[in-house]
């Protein structure tokens, strides 16, 4: 099997189809967009991650990648296309579904499918399965179907690409030890067996997991702000206990996975997923409680305008989806506030960036949303004079705050409320 079709060149996708081509496979990658098709060919990328513009490079430069606009008849078939949510908070398949019909025309016996894109579980048996046997070939016997969910973080992708332990779940054993027989080219961590909606399960589950603790951290900062005690504190003399370990509080969850994932197991079991829901809610609050205390910080300041440091969904990465700082920006524009926004990663976004002196020109409040290393080395002082007021609301307990109360500012911390 060294032919590989990668469906979707986004961020698991690319550096996926370019590690397998630094392996030896000869591999395309398919993307509907002609922008990203002709970037990877000319030996470029249309994302941030470091190291990936290396890799790719070489990959194009051997011959052994190249992106299209359609699939080519291949041994295997890798879909890393999204799944995003609707507006109702449902998932939508709507790309897994092309990507898998549009493969259907050039499956031939012995073709394996493997699934990469995360998705509730069932999607492999109940979704994808039907599918591919409108081709004629029985899933099981004639073609082969699996599905090995990623684990990466990014800014560490190509890293954890390697490194990290992968579970892969097949419709049946043959194909979970086929789709094995692939990844264990080049991962060096250790590869897991099992069924495919036990794959799904665990990759949803691992998402979950992390959501639920940081809605337990939210909600444990708002009231210690609501005590008058800092939430920093607090967590911190509690993690000295070794059996506990609770997560930072923020202004919301992003990325594709932490605050989608949950929703599918929401929509699934309705009646079931409880603590899940409150959390995904309590989660998706947080941009709410945000702009509350902004109009607290504001109040009685004519024509206000505030100025937004990040608007990546964290740090030191260009990856805007799902980014709590697009909702803040949005509800604060409802309610006739001006923003201004900068971030030194993101390239394209829904909204217009600015350049730091732009963003700090007459406003009236800092909102620290994204915790970017290069935030760090700004100088109170120097910020301090172009604006109209001094007052800094870190939404994420970064940055040193005695410089800026050095400098005049009035500094707010979410989750640390005002000493009584």
């Known amino acids: 099997m060294k032919n ?3 469906m979707g060149l986004g961020y698991i996708g690319l550096p996926t189809a370019s ?41 194009i430069g051997s011959g ?15 879909i890393a296309v999204p799944t995003p949510l609707t507006k109702d908070k449902r998932a939508d398949m709507s790309y897994v579904v092309q990507a898998t019909e549009q493969i259907v025309p050039f499956l031939s016996p012995g073709c394996l499918v493997i699934l990469e894109s995360t998705s509730p579980p069932g999607t492999c ?26 684990r990466v973080l990014p800014g560490r992708i190509l890293t954890e690409l390697i490194q990290n332990d992968r579970v892969i779940g097949g419709i049946e054993p043959i194909s ?21 909606t036990t794959a799904e399960m665990v990759k949803i589950i691992e998402n979950t997991f992390r959501d639920v603790n940081i809605a337990f951290a939210n909600e444990t900062a708002l009231l210690c702000e609501k005590l008058g005690i800092n939430f920093a504190e607090v967590a911190r003399l509690a993690n000295r206990h070794p059996r506990v370990n609770i ?10 996975c932490i605050s989608v994932d949950p929703w599918f197991l929401v929509e699934k079991f309705p009646d079931d997923a409880k603590i899940i829901h409150l959390a995904r809610q309590r989660n998706d609050a947080m941009p709410h409680h945000v702009t509350n205390t902004l109009n607290d ?33 949005h509800q604060l524009n409802q309610q006739g506030v001006r923003v201004a926004a900068h971030d030194p990663y993101v390239k394209h976004a829904p909204i217009e960036l ?67």
Request: aromatic residues 6%; hydrophobic residues 40%.
């Open 4 to 6: 590989v079709c990668v």
């Open 19 to 59: 590690v397998l081509a630094s392996n030896g496979f000869q591999v395309l990658g398919v993307d509907v967009s002609p922008r990203v098709v002709d970037t990877v060919n000319s030996g470029n990328i249309h994302i941030e991650e470091p190291g990936l513009r290396t890799v790719v490079a070489a990959a």
């Open 64 to 78: 052994h990648l190249r992106a299209a606009l359609k699939p080519e008849k291949s041994d295997v078939f890798i």
């Open 125 to 150: 048996r109940d979704l994808l399965k039907p599918i591919l046997e409108k081709s004629g070939l029985n899933v099981g016997s004639d073609i082969y179907l699996a599905h090995c969910p990623e």
């Open 176 to 196: 979970a030890q086929r789709a094995k027989d692939v990844y264990a080219t080049f991962v060096e961590g250790e590869i897991f067996l099992t069924d495919a």
């Open 247 to 256: 997560h930072r509080a923020g202004p919301g969850v992003g990325g594709h």
């Open 297 to 329: 910080m504001l109040e009685g300041i004519q024509d206000p305008k505030v100025a937004i440091l990040g608007v990546a969904f964290k740090g030191n990465v260009d990856d805007i989806r799902e980014s709590p700082a697009l909702e803040i920006i």
């Open 354 to 420: 600015v350049t730091l002196d732009a963003c700090f020109a007459d406003a009236d409040c800092v909102v620290l949303v994204t915790d970017h290393s290069d935030y760090l080395y700004l100088n109170p002082q120097q910020v301090g004079r172009t604006m109209r007021r001094r007052n800094l609301f870190d939404t994420r307990a970064f940055l040193p705050h005695d410089q800026w109360r050095n400098a005049g500012f009035r500094v707010r911390v979410l989750g640390a409320g005002e000493p009584r």
